[in-house]
């Protein structure tokens, strides 16, 4: 396995490659990403995973700077995984001088759920995504059903600019007790550990709610995020949306909609300090 740091040295690496495929994170990798590798090496040639902490999609007032770095056991477990080069630019490397050419998701996508509570998030996702395919330029890159809403702005945007990169989800690993597993999960205390997993839970009880014939959205969505407050947690979202396009839907749609595949149920909510996401479709 090949670790490079600069664009240049890994155009070079991978010339001659047909089909690359590409797994960009933030690194400090989990068995949900290394899952996300596994899944990609068979779809490409060669297999890239980038590991890069986008500072560009993060708020002034969130972790950017206490992200978790590990490179070298990332390193290691990308090797036992099967990858064949791990790309870890520098800041430098990547963003050589200061990134003012953006991409901007449009308003309908972002305004809402992360978008809403991250302003500039997806900004920033979308602008270091674009700048990854252009180093790589992968033919397939995998991404996790975790960021439900990133994955559907990243198809859109790819689709939008007609890149020729097919992209392809990847589901949801979880921990024993149904946590999803995140990199955010080691900012957790042990006692935090032990009731994170009350966020998948309370998107389970919706799922099932919606499953059972509840059309009753907004009761649902004040329900759980009661349940959650109640536990201690600081809920941002604990929504019912449409998996077309994430908008609320009409109660008159709920029932049609829950009957075929049609729903997702998202939520967002701090444990002490830390912000934890998840989503289950129902
Ligand atoms: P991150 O390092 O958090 O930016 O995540 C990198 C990629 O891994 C993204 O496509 C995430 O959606 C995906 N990912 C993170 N956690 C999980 C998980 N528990 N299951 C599946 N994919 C995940």
Sequence with gaps: MKIIQSVAALRAHLDGFRRPALVPTMGNLHEGHLALVRQAKPLGDVLVAS???????????????SYPRT?????????????????????????PQ????????????????????????????????MKLFACVQPRVAVFGQKDYQQLMVIRQMVQQFALPIEIVASPTLRAADGLALSSRNNYLSKKERLEAVQLSQALQTMARAL??????????????????????????????????????????????????????????AKLGKTRLIDNLEV
């Design 51 to 65: 590991i890069f902490v986008n500072r560009l999609q993060f708020l002034p007032h969130e972790d950017f700077d």
């Design 71 to 95: 490179l070298q056991a990332d390193c290691d477990a990308l090797q036992a995984a099967g990858c064949d080069v791990v790309f870890a630019p520098t800041e430098a490397e990547l963003y």
């Design 98 to 129: 200061p990134q003012t050419f953006k991409i901007n998701p449009p308003s309908e996508l972002t305004d809402l759920l992360e978008g809403h509570f991250r302003p500039g998030f997806f900004t920033g996702v979308c602008t270091v995504v």
């Design 211 to 268: 499953q059972a014939g509840a059309t009753d959205m907004a009761r649902l969505e004040q329900e759980a995020m009661a349940a959650l407050t109640a536990r201690g947690w600081q809920p941002d979202y604990l929504c019912v949306r449409r998996r077309a396009d994430l908008q609320a839907p009409a109660a008159a749609e709920v029932a049609a909609l829950a009957q075929h595949a049609g729903l997702v149920v998202l939520g967002a």
